[in-house]
């Protein structure tokens, strides 16, 4: 739960939760009273928040020092066991060897008695000696061994370090790279001061996502859009950075209906993007001007509800950025009180799970929010949230799953 809040940037609310899982699992349960305060270390960092930050920091590494020695003295019992079985194994062999070396010599010298002392210590002396020349011929080969061993551990050793600083450097630059992108998205303060009454339900499928939203306001003109760029992770990101761009240049050049915008964001990314380029994005643009919203989309539909009665207005069928041209279309709804809103991306019908493994299907989503329509905003995000995680159950995540619900 901690982990959720974090995602949604509900800090408060998150160190509630990781404090708590901290007192339950505190003198009980090592790794996880040290993920806790590692979560709680990250949030107050995150807050800027240094001094009590710093003060978890050192919770966190008195309790995974602790975790290691716990688990290098069970490692190390182990070994001690492992050494001494085979120590006792090699005494019982040997024990074993000797009482039948002993009786062997005893027949042995009862024979070279009953012939001649010569021959006696001839055997002695031959015997010895094959003695001497099998261990030390059993001493080369255990050394030998012992040295492959040695050196074959070693190696994996190297190679496992090498792959490890591998995938953390590329995992740190894929998290600073969600930086860059989270700084790009609109805050959730400007969105809340622009639509007060709103949700936005975002989950990635990667680290860094396909989809982005926006939101803009020019003069008594308000605008939010949802948008889903071709691929996801790291292609996907940079066409979000790219697009977002292009959207606030338009805005700041007093481009401000929904068409023109659309028009223009088309035209500029061809200009941006190779003629043989296969990206672009699909997109939902929504202006709200007093008691009238303005809608203009590709792909991406607009629902709204109204007495229990949900309409749709689909998104024309062309991508944005592709070597096409079209003619732009946009839909005007005088709005009433208590009419809400919503845009979403395919990756939350496109999703398989369920017992059969099949896709989510829009009907189904339309039956969903429809259901929903009378709840709270956030009360509506959190339920699509659940709906989705226990629909995808162990299944992959397909996509970037993005939806907005807003009332005017």
Known sequence: MATVLVNQNKDKAAIKYYLKAYSISEGKNIAISKNSAEGI????????????????????????????????????????????????????????????EQLNFKNEKKQIIANNEQRKQLYIIWTIATGLVLISLFLVIMIRRWKITSAQKETIH???????????????????????????FPSLI???????????????????????????????????????CTGHGVPGAFMTLISLNILNQIIADKISTPKDIMEQLHLRLQKRLSKTSKHGLDIAICMIEANKLTFSGTHI???????????????????????????????????????????????????????????????????????????????????????????????????????IGFKI
């Open 190 to 228: 400007f969105i809340n001061q622009l639509i007060p009454k709103n949700f936005i339900l975002f989950k990635p499928k990667d680290i860094v996502s396909g989809d982005f939203y926006w939101a803009s306001q020019v003069e008594n003109k308000k605008f939010i859009a949802l948008a889903d």
């Open 41 to 100: 270390y990250e949030v107050y960092k995150n807050s800027k928040d240094f001094k009590n930050a710093l003060i978890w920091h050192e919770t966190f590494l008195v309790l995974k020092d602790s975790l290691n020695n716990k688990n290098n003295q069970k490692e190390i019992g182990k070994r001690q066991a492992e050494l001494t079985f085979i120590k006792t194994l090699e005494i019982e062999d040997l024990k074993h060897k000797t009482e039948i």
């Open 301 to 403: 539909p607009l629902y709204y509800l109204r007495s229990g009665r949900l309409i749709e207005f689909k998104g024309q069928r062309f991508q944005l950025g592709s070597s096409d041209s079209i003619l732009f279309q946009q839909h005007e709804i005088l709005t009433q009180e208590n009419d809400t809103f919503y845009i979403s991306t395919d990756g939350f019908p496109d999703q398989k799970g369920g017992q059969k493994g099949k896709k989510y299907f829009y009907p189904v989503l339309r039956e969903k929010l429809t259901s929903i329509v009378n709840l709270e905003l956030d009360e509506q995000r959190i339920n699509l949230t659940k709906e989705f995680m226990e629909w995808k159950g162990s299944q992959e995540q397909l996509d970037d799953v993005s939806i």
């Open 158 to 184: 190297l190679q496992k370090e090498v792959i490890e600083k591998e995938m953390h450097s590329k995992e740190d630059s894929i998290n600073y790279a969600k930086k860059i992108q989270k700084v790009a």
